[in-house]
């Protein structure tokens, strides 16, 4: 190993490519975006140096704390969703579908491989009302009649629940392939022996099976909160970000603010700030799994 | 050690061979002709592409016409070639924006005229369409009123797109529901309430609104305002000499707002896109809708129309009671305009003037026997077999005594987006009338 490292040739031939293209395509980007920030205008006003003036910005912009509010509760509540069901999916492959879970395991996948717009498609005839009812509102009205009939996608509070079990239920089967990959390393000693302690059920997991489980974990969690603290997709082609913008992310925001409303230095400062977010949550979760590792 | 000496080989060789074929020249393009000048042609004849982006399909609408006229032009000048792309209407405003940041937009191409349009007239890349077609000898070939409707736009700083299409707006009404509930064309704000309240009691939804587009929400709050203050309203608006909070601007909020909370435009409007809710009103399920004269096309389609285009009836937005505003005052625009980039015309200036020539003349009898479509420019004869829709707005058109534009058309995008967005929240009840007006003066006093 030690030998391959001091080859520097093929090193240059190997790596070389990889982090040229890295460097065309993200680093000069990211360093130009951030250059962006201190200036403000378009491509066809021409740009002025500001300075500060757009962090200053964010300060008072009430548009902007809404967006960050709704990610970070976007994030959070996404994130515990995908997980959790994850796990409880790769248990259920794991100790009861075992050797036949493979059928199982391809279906709760499958929303992984659809693409996204279509996903929300679905969910908007899903939770339609108008023209027509969809299948939720046809299923309220013959349970409980009109008076349980929502616009769901179209009021803030339940739009954003509407969200949630969508990007819940497409990426669950990702995060249950992840865990299950996981689970099945756990040597079958360790679980037989604790089994023979006494160790069942939620105690099994909880004693003998997240424990082992955690390096998994701490990826799959740094997974989810960067994909979710990043959403856009499913969400323009869900609601919008509206009415209003009571489902706007801050991705969102950013899109509007640079490419609606033409202020790019502003729209560079808010995405400066969400990669800032997601460079802290990750580096969060790192110190969180490090310290585990750590611990005898 | 040999065999890591052949691979380190192998592998120095792939790299070199991709990198010389990423890095050659492009392959030269086979071409049908050999590659000498043709002599014998003459000087003058025009060779050139004319380039469109647009946000409507290659087979409908201004893409179809222009199409059609450019390869009748072709008898005329073969060297004129026609090219077309497309692009959404909600990705135009970036695309323009990344065009012009690298001066290369197009010789047509689709702009909102208003602010927006103003920044590129700024920056030199669009075009004065007057000028230009004086010089060619064609400026006869536009209607003097879109003239003077496009030039007020942009602030009256010149003649900058073109009307390539001419609408008036208002509210359709399905007569048979009328008839059915013995309601009369009302004339008076309170009298569509009134007709409103009586369909709605009925089980008949009043209005199809498309609250997800969110526009015709404000096309109805701009309708009021014009009605109370008259139909130079939302110019004093921009000018200063009226305020958003002032107690006309407040009251059509109300009254929009009291409007989708009584149900007259459904149930989730703001989940009811531009295509289903024309639809509620093509299959008979609303009674009137609001939409500019752009949706004859569809109203003219038997496919689309399930009422019969027979059974459309048009009226004017009804006057408000102790307002300024009149019936004689039409809601009328050239829906989204067409621009000509200058880069591109002063690269190749005959050929895209002899387009011109060919083209522009032909055009508006052509939108009007091909698609009953009404533009800005001249027609030299209405066809027979025009449809009587099409009459009648025709007619409208030429009873219109003022001309006034949409809600947001002196606002910039940022005030645009606050006008639209938050309209979706006063039809939910989320914002008061006089929040909502508040936070529209406010982004105007910041444009």
């Known amino acids: ?296 | 050690m040999k065999s890591r000496h052949v691979l380190w080989n192998v592998l120095v060789v792939i790299v070199v061979c991709v990198t010389l074929v990423a890095c050659a020249p492009p392959a030269a393009e086979p071409t049908a002709e050999p590659a000498v000048e043709p002599t014998e042609e003459p000087a003058e004849a025009p060779e050139g592409v004319i380039h469109y982006l647009t946000v409507q399909q290659e087979d409908e609408g201004w893409p179809l016409l222009l199409s059609q006229l450019t390869t009748e032009c072709q008898a005329e000048h073969p060297g004129l070639s026609w090219e077309y792309e497309y692009v959404t209407q909600d990705d135009l405003s970036q695309h323009i924006q990344l065009l012009a940041g690298s001066d290369s937009l197009p010789e047509l191409f689709n702009y909102e005229s208003g602010a927006p349009l103003i920044d590129l007239v700024d920056s030199g890349q669009v075009v004065e369409v007057e000028e230009l077609f004086t010089d060619l000898g064609i400026m006869d070939a536009l209607n003097p009123a879109a003239v003077t409707l496009l030039k007020g736009l942009v602030n009256g700083i010149g003649l900058y797109a073109l009307p390539m299409e001419l609408n008036v707006e208002g509210f359709w009404y399905n007569k048979a529901i009328f008839d059915q509930y013995g309601l009369d064309v009302p004339t008076t704000w309170d009298e569509m309430l009134a007709a409103a309240d009586t369909l709605n009691d009925a089980g008949v939804q009043p209005f199809a609104v498309s609250g997800m587009q969110a526009w015709p929400i404000t096309r109805l709050i701009n309708g009021y305002v014009v009605r109370y203050y008259g139909y130079d309203a939302m110019a004093r608006l921009i000018a200063g000499e009226l305020s958003a909070t002032d107690e006309g601007f407040v009251e059509a909020a109300q009254v929009i707002q009291d409007m989708a909370l009584a149900d007259y435009f459904g149930p989730g409007v703001n989940t009811l896109d531009y295509g289903p809710a024309q639809d509620l009103f093509l299959q008979g399920e609303a009674a009137m809708f609001y939409m500019g004269s752009w949706a004859l096309r569809d109203f003219n389609n038997p496919e689309v129309n399930l009422i019969g285009a027979d059974n459309i009836g048009y009226f004017n937005i009804p006057v408000v009671e102790g307002g300024v505003g009149t019936m004689a005052d039409y809601s009328i625009n050239a829906g989204l305009t067409t621009s000509l980039g200058q880069t591109a015309y002063d690269e190749n200036p005959e050929a895209v003037g002899a387009w011109l020539q060919c083209v522009m003349p032909k055009y508006g009898d052509q939108a009007m026997s091909e698609l009953g479509l009404i533009t800005g420019f001249a027609v030299s004869e209405v066809p027979d077999d025009v449809s009587a829709l099409t009459q009648m707005t025709l007619a409208e058109l030429a009873g219109a005594e003022n001309g006034f534009p949409w809600f947001e058309a002196y606002f910039d995008s940022r005030t645009q987006d606050i006008a639209t967005s938050n309209a979706q929240l006063l039809v939910t009840g989320d914002i008061t009338p006089e929040d909502y007006m508040a936070e529209l003066q406010a982004a105007i006093d910041a444009q």
């Not at chain 1, 996404?78 to 100790?95: P, R």
């Open chain 1, 1 to 296: 190993m030690a030998s391959t490292f001091r080859d520097w040739k093929a090193i240059l031939v190997f790596v070389g490519p990889a982090l040229l293209l890295f460097t065309l395509v993200m680093l000069i980007p990211i360093v130009w975006s951030v250059g962006f920030t201190f200036f403000e205008g378009s491509p066809i006003g021409g740009f002025e140096f500001v300075g500060l003036d757009n962090y200053l910005r964010l300060i008072g912009d009430e548009d902007f704390h809404y967006s960050l509010l709704f990610t970070l509760r976007y994030a959070f509540t996404v994130t515990s969703g995908q997980i959790l069901l994850g796990l409880i999916l790769a248990l259920f492959y794991v100790f009861y579908l075992r050797r036949g879970s493979s059928l199982v395991r391809t279906l709760v996948f499958f929303p992984v491989v659809v693409p996204t717009v279509a996903i929300a498609q679905l969910f908007v005839k899903l939770f339609e009302i108008s023209p027509q009812y969809g299948l939720v509102n046809a299923l309220l009205a013959l349970l409980g009649g009109d008076s349980l009939v929502q616009p769901w996608t179209g009021q803030g509070d339940t739009g954003f629940w509407v969200i949630i079990i969508m990007d819940i239920w497409r990426a669950m089967g990702f995060y249950g392939v992840l865990l299950y990959a996981g689970l099945i390393e756990v040597p079958t000693e360790v679980i037989e022996s604790a089994r023979m302690d006494g160790a069942s059920g939620l105690s099994l997991v909880r004693l003998i099976i997240l424990p082992l489980l955690r390096p998994v974990l701490t990826s799959s969690l740094i997974f989810s909160l960067n994909g979710t603290l990043k959403v856009f997709d499913s969400i323009l082609a869900l609601t919008g970000g509206g009415p209003g913008n009571t489902t706007e992310p801050l991705t969102l925001y950013m899109y509007k603010t640079a490419f609606r409303y033409n202020e790019y230095g502003y729209g560079s400062t808010v995405v400066a700030m969400l990669a800032t977010l997601s460079l802290l949550v990750t580096l969060v979760m790192y110190r969180f799994a490090r310290r585990d590792v750590a611990q005898p």
